[in-house]
């Protein structure tokens, strides 16, 4: 199943992709300790970044359409799951 977000988890993923690319290259160079370890921290906030949007999208999307259509107490519920869920 195909969301609008996941165009954007593509992009994320494709950034990532790149920054580890960038990384190995870096490493295969000999370039700075730091360096690596700043572009190694790029690859997993890239990473991070599209897990999230994944997930939120995935809350949104699928667990609601699970449940079917959800009281008023419910939906509440729901929202605050996805608030929590951002702290993961």
Same mark, same amino acid.
């Given at each position: 199943?195909?969301?609008?977000?996941h165009p954007?988890? +593509?992009? *994320?993923?494709? #950034? !990532?992709?790149?920054? $580890?690319?960038?990384? =190995? %290259?870096?490493?295969?160079?000999? *370039?700075?300790?730091?360096?690596?370890? @700043? @572009?190694?921290?790029?690859?997993?906030?890239? $990473? &991070?970044?599209?897990?999230?949007?994944? +997930?939120?999208?995935?809350?949104?999307?699928?667990? &609601? &359409? !699970? /449940?079917?259509?959800? %009281? #008023? &107490?419910? #939906?509440? %519920?729901?929202?605050e799951?996805? @608030? =929590? /869920?951002?702290?993961?």
């Amino acid at each position: 199943m195909t969301h609008t977000s996941h165009p954007d988890v +593509i992009n *994320r993923l494709k #950034r !990532a992709h790149g920054h $580890l690319a960038s990384t =190995i %290259a870096m490493i295969e160079d000999g *370039r700075s300790c730091l360096e690596v370890a @700043q @572009q190694m921290h790029a690859v997993i906030r890239a $990473l &991070e970044g599209a897990k999230a949007v994944f +997930i939120h999208d995935h809350l949104g999307h699928c667990l &609601e &359409e !699970a /449940a079917g259509p959800l %009281a #008023r &107490e419910n #939906r509440a %519920a729901l929202d605050e799951f996805r @608030q =929590i /869920a951002r702290y993961l």
